[in-house]
C-alpha cells in the first residue's frame, strides 16, 4: 500500500477517476502479500499487485461498469488450478475485492503512509455493499468502538494486516500498516556483520543506519521510538551500557547486543550499576539471536533479524529459543 502513494496523490491532483482494490475476504492462494492492493482505472492502467495480476482484467471491467455515486463495490473472483500456476501463485483460491473510488479514500490516508508511521484505514460498508465511508486511524489513537480497537491490535502487532469484522451496519474492513522496522546498528558501518544486518533488515522491508555515537544513538532512537530495533555490536563500556540504556529507557521494542556471555555480564553489572532496573534489563537480548545453529556472519545475520521479527511479531515463544535462554559456549 505503502507503493501506492506517490500514483495516488498524482491521480487525486489529475482528478483522474481511479479505484483502490484490495481484499475483504479470501480462501486459497499460498502465502501472499498482507500489503497487497491495486490502484486501477477504467482505462486499464494498474498500479501495484494483487493476486500477481490474475485479476487485473476483471477488475478493470467493474470499474468501467461503475454505478454513478457508488462509493464501493465487493466482487467476488476465483481462479482454478491451471490459472493459478500460468500466473506463478502457489495455488488457486477465492476472494471478495473490495473496489473503492479513490476520490472517496481520505487525503490524510496517503499523506500518513508517506510519512511512513504507523496508520490504519477503517472502512465501513452498508449492507449491501454499495456505500462505504472510510476513517483513518493513528497509532497513537484510542477508538473507543470494535472496528478501531482492532486496527489498534494490529498496529501494535508491528506487521502489514488487514481483519474484516462485522459491525450494527454492516461490514467493517480494518487494514493497518505499522511504522516499518528500522534496524539501528551500533557500531562502525564497515564491519562485515553490521553490513550484513543491513543487508537482510532491507530484504525485509526495514529500514537500517548504523550509529558509532551514543549522542547520534539517542537522537536516532528518540526520532523513530515506535519501529526502532537496536543491535548493539560495539564491545566498548563507553558506547555500549549508555546507548542500551537509553534504548531501555525510550521503550525501544527491541534491544540486543552482540557478544560472549562474559561480555552480556559485563553489560548487565554496567546497567544496573548506571540504575537500570532488573526487569529492564532482562529485556536486552544478549547474547543476541535466535539459537539457529548459525556460524557464518551472514548465518548470524539471519539469526539476529529472526529474533527481531519474533519479537515484534509477538511470536517470541513459539520461535524457539533465543542464545540469551541457551547454555554453554557461544561457538
Known amino acids: 500500500m505503502r507503493g501506492l502513494v506517490e500514483t495516488a496523490r498524482r491521480w487525486a491532483a489529475e482528478g483522474r477517476a481511479g479505484f483502490l482494490a484490495r481484499p475483504v475476504a479470501e480462501q486459497g492462494f499460498g502465502p501472499r502479500d498482507p500489503a497487497g492492493a491495486l490502484l486501477l482505472d477504467a482505462r486499464g492502467e494498474c498500479v501495484g499487485s494483487l493476486y500477481r495480476g490474475v485479476f487485473d482484467a476483471e477488475l478493470v471491467a467493474e470499474a468501467g461498469?461503475?454505478?454513478?455515486?457508488?462509493?464501493?463495490?465487493?466482487?467476488?473472483?476465483?481462479?482454478?488450478?491451471?490459472?493459478?500456476?500460468?500466473?506463478?501463485?502457489?495455488?488457486?483460491?477465492?476472494?471478495?475485492?473490495?473496489?473503492?473510488?479513490?476520490?472517496?479514500?481520505?487525503?490524510?490516508?496517503?499523506?500518513?503512509?508517506?510519512?511512513?508511521?504507523?496508520?490504519?484505514?477503517?472502512?465501513?460498508?452498508?449492507?449491501?455493499?454499495?456505500?462505504?465511508?472510510?476513517?483513518?486511524?493513528?497509532?497513537?489513537?484510542s477508538p473507543a468502538d470494535g472496528a478501531g480497537r482492532r486496527a489498534g491490535e494490529l498496529l501494535a502487532a508491528r506487521r502489514p494486516g488487514r481483519d474484516a469484522v462485522y459491525g450494527d451496519s454492516g461490514l467493517v474492513l480494518v487494514e493497518a500498516y505499522p511504522s516499518a522496522p528500522h534496524v539501528v546498528v551500533g557500531g562502525p558501518e564497515s564491519g562485515e556483520l553490521a553490513q550484513l544486518i543491513g543487508a537482510q533488515a532491507r530484504l525485509l522491508g526495514w529500514g537500517a543506519e548504523y550509529v558509532a555515537a551514543v549522542a547520534d544513538a539517542e537522537k536516532l532512537l528518540a526520532a523513530r521510538r515506535d519501529a526502532a530495533c537496536l543491535v548493539m555490536l560495539s564491545h566498548d563500556p563507553e558506547f555500549d551500557v549508555p546507548t542500551l540504556r537509553a534504548a531501555l529507557a525510550l521503550g525501544i521494542p527491541y534491544v540486543g547486543a552482540l557478544g560472549s556471555r562474559k561480555t552480556t555480564a559485563r553489560r548487565r553489572e554496567g546497567l544496573e550499576a548506571a540504575g537500570v532496573a532488573e526487569?529492564?534489563?532482562a529485556r536486552v537480548h544478549g547474547p543476541i539471536g535466535l539459537d539457529l545453529g548459525a556460524r557464518t556472519p551472514a548465518e548470524t545475520a539471519l539469526a539476529i533479524c529472526a529474533e527481531i521479527l519474533a519479537v515484534l511479531s509477538g511470536h517470541e515463544a513459539q520461535a524457539g529459543t533465543g542464545l540469551r535462554e541457551s547454555h554453554g559456549p557461544l561457538r
Open 279 to 281: 526487569g529492564e534489563v
Open 65 to 141: 461498469a461503475w454505478t454513478p455515486g457508488a462509493t464501493a463495490r465487493v466482487c467476488e473472483v476465483s481462479v482454478g488450478a491451471e490459472e493459478a500456476a500460468g500466473a506463478r501463485l502457489t495455488c488457486g483460491g477465492r476472494a471478495e475485492i473490495l473496489l473503492q473510488p479513490l476520490a472517496a479514500v481520505p487525503a490524510a490516508w496517503w499523506e500518513l503512509l508517506a510519512e511512513g508511521v504507523g496508520v490504519a484505514l477503517v472502512t465501513r460498508l452498508n449492507e449491501r455493499a454499495d456505500r462505504a465511508v472510510s476513517e483513518v486511524v493513528r497509532a497513537v489513537d
